[in-house]
């Protein structure tokens, strides 16, 4: 039976000038129990899709046509109160963010208990018990309903949001991004829960998303959209194994892999202008196959002869000729170069047990009595090297001290121990009145374009800024900003020059920070997730510029990230922290392959596939990682580990050789090896991982 049928839905958004048009002609339907995906580049239509369903378009947003039928009710034609007695009662919201979508001076547990109210006659005991409820069904101690959402990690406060969905047992959930700037071990906790409790619930689900890999492991349909279009749309086995839209095709080209062998391909490009409603393919501009009709009119979608696939394409009959196509960089007007190594030269950046402690606040009396304070241990000694030329990727859960350990090497912040060199010289020289060379030669590019750039500034201002401040190329300087924004890929630069940050895509948006930062021609850069909020396309396209500055522009690169598959794209080297320490490190081939920590093998086992029929084991890990305050004795691994013995919890292992010099490792049991490090204690059984109820198999 149908559940919810979208039928011709075309929404615009009012502007000053001409109106957007973003989603044109899109149709879909939802079947009781089936889980749906909509996925596609940002700007696609993917999100005004789920906020006309949910009534929640901003004020100069309209549904100018279509119908959205839920259980046979057309949900256009309600009112606001009509409408609210839908909402949480049958269709629930998660939504992207949720620190954003949480009242921070509510507890958790009141927020839902107040959804509960609106919508359920039950006493206040009646209500809180139900909350206690949820919060064990989403994995979370139901101890904590009285604490605020800042006192939950990312992870927990997602968590929140998923039980304050599911408290009226809804018929359909929509999540808008559910795990975006998440990191992979949190991202497959929460995708395993929502899976879990939706089959527990019997109810369907529409994912909107642009991680293919994840809609390939957790929904039976799905439809691809670009610029407002759907171009693709079926089940997930038939579009994602046997694509027959080159969209779609460059879309699943574009998803990253933990596979030495297979390269991401990146559409070349911009999404279109949809200022006016598209008369051509809307894909035109950037297909390689488009031909003189992709010019003319954008194709129907049309059934293929597989059950359940349709597509939108004028050469659809040509389909698998064009996968074989589409496969080769050249198609995309990229050049295959082989992936050859570039040579690393001298060391410009190394670290010896460096550290960054913030001490904690003290009670009046605990001062009084001359108690030393609490140290949160960000960075807890480490021991890095970067090289010219060379890209050094940092990995690890939210909340490890990857972004501190950036922040410390930029000398944002003081180190409290340990020592660092940079270009030959120790971190004091730079600190006692040579700040501002340091500023020159060492750049860092945020996480979040939004909160990086001035708002109040054009990007001509923004690239310029730092010339202005470091008196460089000043008599040169609007041909500066020019060739630096052209270099990562913003063509035609004067285009944008007069626009501000909020007229910019969020891919506009993330190379107008990096230009900021290349735009004084820096010898190290240091790249804070830089993109854990843009979609697959334009994730490839900036891993592949920043490969290309270091191998072209001689600079050293640190690349901080939870993304694992994008690292061992980008990356010569990784080192996998954990509480502050590096716990693995090595070149990038041996780490993926043959990891020799359980934590970095977990990260590993994390990473999504885009193929639908691929098997891949799960493995989720228990609990969360401990309090940094109070970090347990011995590996701060050890409660989680699933190899972990006594000995572990007795003494912190030194990080050594795993084989060979390129690949060191802290741990006792390191993963593949037949005998323990450490005599005195016993070998496990390895083909035993506690908690193995939480492992699953994904996919068929």
Not at 44 to 68: D, F, Y
Not at 365 to 370: H, Q
Request: glycine share 8%; with cysteine.
């Amino acid at each position: 039976m149908t559940l919810l049928n979208v039928e011709d839905l075309k929404v615009t958004y009012a502007t000053d000038d001409e109106p957007v048009h973003a989603v044109n002609d899109v149709s879909f339907s939802i079947d009781e129990g089936v889980n749906y995906g909509l996925a596609g580049e940002s700007g696609s239509g993917k999100s005004t899709v789920a906020e006309a369903l949910l009534g929640l378009l901003p004020n100069n947003g309209a549904v100018e046509s279509g119908t959205i039928e839920f259980n046979g009710t057309d949900l256009t034609s309600l009112s606001e109160a009509e409408r609210r007695d839908i909402l949480w009662e049958d269709i629930a919201y998660i939504p992207q963010s949720a620190m954003d979508s949480l009242d921070p001076v509510m507890t958790t547990g009141d927020q839902i208990a107040q959804a509960i109210h609106t919508h359920r006659n039950v006493t206040e005991t009646k209500a809180y018990d139900r909350v206690r409820e949820l919060f064990v069904i989403v994995g979370l101690d139901p101890d904590r309903i009285d604490d605020y959402p800042h006192e939950f990690s990312g992870g927990m406060r997602q968590r929140v949001t998923i039980a304050m969905a599911l408290a009226l047992e809804p018929d359909l959930i929509i999540a808008d991004e559910p795990t975006t700037g998440l990191d992979v071990i949190v991202q497959d906790k929460i995708i395993d829960k929502i899976l879990e409790i939706q089959e527990r619930m019997d109810s369907s689900l529409l994912l909107i998303t642009h991680e293919i890999g994840v809609i390939a492991e957790t929904c039976d349909e799905l439809s691809i959209l670009y610029g407002g279009k759907v171009m693709e749309q079926g089940s997930v086995d038939n579009v994602l194994v046997n694509p027959t839209n080159p969209y779609t095709m460059g879309l699943k080209n574009s998803f990253p892999e933990i596979d030495e062998n297979e390269d991401p391909v990146a559409i070349p490009g911009s999404p279109p202008n949809l200022n006016r409603e598209p008369t051509a393919c809307v894909f035109e501009d950037r297909c390689p196959f488009a031909t003189d009709e992709c010019g003319e009119s954008h194709p129907e979608l049309v059934d293929l002869p597989n059950r359940n696939h349709r597509s939108a394409c004028h050469r659809v009959k040509e389909a698998a000729q064009l996968r074989r196509d589409a496969d080769e960089p050249e198609t995309w007007d990229i050049p295959d170069d082989g992936n050859p190594e570039s040579d690393r030269g001298e060391v410009i950046l190394e670290t010896g047990d460096l550290e960054k402690h913030y001490e904690q606040s003290q009670p009046l009396l605990s001062k009084f009595r001359g108690e030393d304070p609490d140290h949160v241990k960000a960075v807890d000694g480490v021991s890095l090297s970067v090289r010219r030329s060379e890209v050094l990727g940092v990995a690890g859960e939210s909340g490890c001290g990857k972004s501190t350990l950036g922040e410390t090497m930029a000398l944002l912040e003081d180190p409290t121990g340990g020592e660092m060199t940079f270009d030959g010289e120790p971190y004091e020289y730079y600190r006692d009145g040579n700040l501002q060379e340091f500023r020159r030669k060492v750049q860092i590019i945020f996480q979040d374009p939004f909160d990086s750039l001035n708002p109040r500034q054009t990007v001509r201002k923004l690239v310029g800024e730092p010339l202005t401040i470091h008196d460089y190329r000043t008599d040169e300087k609007e041909q500066a900003i020019i060739e630096t924004l052209e270099k990562v890929g913003l063509t035609p630069a004067e285009k944008i020059l007069d626009n501000y940050p909020h007229e910019l895509s969020g891919g506009q948006r993330q190379r107008v920070a990096v230009a900021k930062a290349l735009v004084l021609d820096p010898d190290f850069l240091i790249c804070d997730e830089p993109a854990s909020m843009l979609d697959v396309s334009l994730k490839v396209n900036l891993l592949n510029l920043l490969r290309g500055l270091a191998d072209t522009e001689d600079i050293g690169i640190v690349y901080i990230s939870h993304d694992l598959a994008s690292l061992t794209q980008v990356s010569d080297r990784l080192a996998i922290m954990y509480l502050g320490r590096i716990i693995e490190e090595g070149d990038v081939d041996r780490i993926a392959n043959q990891p020799k920590h359980p934590y970095t093998s977990s990260l590993l086992s994390a990473a999504p596939e885009k193929d639908p029929t691929a098997d891949r084991t799960r493995v989720l890990l228990e609990g969360e990682p401990p309090d940094p305050v109070d970090l347990p004795s011995g590996c701060t691994f050890a409660p989680r580990c699933p190899k972990a013995q006594e000995s572990c919890r007795e003494a912190e292992p030194a990080i050594g050789e795993a084989g060979d010099e390129s690949h060191q490792a802290a741990c006792y049991f390191p993963d593949g090896e037949e005998e323990p490090a450490v005599s005195d204690t016993s070998v496990i059984d390895e083909t035993e991982f506690p908690g193995s109820a939480n492992t699953d198999s994904v996919g068929d």
